[in-house]
Nanobody
Framework: QPHLVESGGGSVQPGGSLNLSCAVSGFHFAVIPISWFRQAPGKEREGVSCIGSGDSGRHRQYAGPVEGRFTISRDNDKETVYLQLSNLKPEDTGVYYC?????????????????????WGKGTLVNVSS
């Protein structure tokens, strides 16, 4: 059964860094694009970044507010996607979720887009405060 588990969240001061991981099991990881979403308290879930699979693994997307500060990558041997967060700001606070896209082939959909058949992890909390 498809399964995603996020880890690496925590509390940091503004300007700090965190490395999030999304471990995937239960399906052919190498052919699935993976997105990171986040949900801040009282706000809707939003797309943060996406990485394609196969040759599309070179295809990476970032939301405007995180571009230049966050880096997404994947290790197909370890079946894991990473999100490096740097220069963190209080507005980066929220629960970070990874999502496996089952309906879009090897390329990412538009950032923030997902379908009913996509698989979500349970999330990991990032708290940025002084």
């Amino acid at each position: 059964q498809p399964h995603l588990v996020e880890s690496g969240g925590g509390s940091v001061q503004p300007g700090g860094s965190l490395n999030l991981s999304c471990a995937v099991s239960g399906f052919h990881f190498a052919v699935i694009p993976i997105s990171w979403f986040r949900q801040a308290p009282g706000k809707e879930r939003e797309g943060v970044s996406c990485i394609g699979s196969g040759d599309s693994g070179r295809h990476r997307q970032y939301a405007g507010p995180v571009e230049g500060r966050f880096t997404i990558s994947r290790d197909n041997d370890k079946e894991t996607v990473y999100l490096q967060l740097s220069n963190l700001k209080p507005e980066d606070t929220g629960v970070y979720y990874c999502l496996a896209h089952g309906a879009y082939g090897t390329e990412c959909p538009a950032l923030g887009e997902y379908s009913a058949i996509d698989i979500w992890g349970k999330g990991t909390l990032v708290n940025v405060s002084s």
